[in-house]
């Protein structure tokens, strides 16, 4: 395991773990964090090309809430674009899952298209299992022992989970490796599928319509290269955007905020360090078959 108690700038207070060794179970990954800040937890919950699963560990207080007001507390699941919504709170140690939304029906239990844009609380979706792996990652001190108790939950449940059409998977695969860049009717003759029938099966097993989903991978590779410093101007060139303007509009319509304050943000920092090699956007998408 790697633990990172400081990381670059303003992700110092963030205590950042990483697993030894990947999931058993491809297309999930997993790291732990624990808030060492003086002031409370006050960040945002940037829109990934996977479905979040959040763990609460311990003692600390955690509230989601988005735009409209509504509020959950503890562990929860986002969607793959929530929707300006917020994670606060004070003490936070958790556990976070990436699931690749090949496999997120299977680990859980329900179909990613009903999680679009919204959040959910864990234990609206899991039940006893939620409360039962609570109370053991809370019995459990070390992170490895957290990873491990986590991981093996985990797999229980995508072997007994359903599987996504293979002619999905491929598509998703291309999604990836293509960085967001590849036209619907290019992926629906690669499958062998109408255009119609790719955008139904996609959907409903995706969460996303193709194009959705491509605009997301680009959008998360272009947040990633505004963290490390690029300017605004280079990345919408980088990433295939038509111009600035463009790139400002997607940025805004993901994350309620501008590409200025995105670069700036201290989660999406503590996210690329616990995520380094690890995002759907930089690995090899067959991982997630």
């Known amino acids: 395991m790697r633990t990172m108690a400081n990381g670059p700038g303003n992700v110092d207070s963030w205590e950042i773990a990483m697993p030894s060794r990947p999931s058993r179970t491809a297309g999930v990954s997993l790291a732990g964090f624990r808030d060492r800040g003086p002031a409370p ?41 929530p929707r300006a919504v917020r994670m606060r709170g004070e003490n936070v140690t958790c556990v976070e899952v990436r699931l690749s939304p090949v496999v997120a029906y299977a680990v859980l239990g329900v179909c990613p298209a009903e999680l679009d844009r919204t959040v959910l609380a864990l234990d609206d979706l899991w039940g006893r299992d939620a409360a039962r792996l ?68 996609f959907r409903s097993q995706i969460g996303l319509p193709p194009k959705r989903a491509a605009t997301l991978v680009r959008f998360r590779r272009a947040a990633h290269l505004l ?35 995105l670069a700036g943000d201290m989660g999406l920092a503590a996210d690329d360090i616990a995520w380094a090699g690890h995002g759907v956007v930089e690995t090899d998408a067959s991982a997630f078959g």
């Open 134 to 201: 609570r109370e053991q990652l809370g019995d459990t001190p070390s992170w490895e022992d957290r990873f491990v108790l986590t991981d093996a939950l985990l797999a229980r449940r995508r072997v007994a989970g359903p599987r996504v059409d293979p002619e999905v998977v491929r598509a998703w695969d291309r999604i990836v490796v293509s960085r967001g860049e590849v036209r619907v009717e290019d992926l629906a003759a690669e499958v062998g599928w109408s255009r119609k029938r790719l955008w139904s099966r």
């Open 227 to 261: 963290t490390v410093g690029d300017n605004a101007a280079r990345v919408a060139t980088e990433c295939g955007y038509a111009d600035q303007s463009h790139l400002h509009r997607d940025v805004v319509a993901f994350t309620g905020m501008t590409p200025a304050a």
């Open 41 to 81: 937890v006050d960040l945002p919950v940037i829109p990934h090309p996977a479905v979040t699963l959040l763990v609460e560990v311990g003692d600390g207080s955690l509230v989601v809430g988005n735009a409209t007001g509504r509020q959950q507390c503890g562990s929860f699941v986002a969607g793959l674009t």
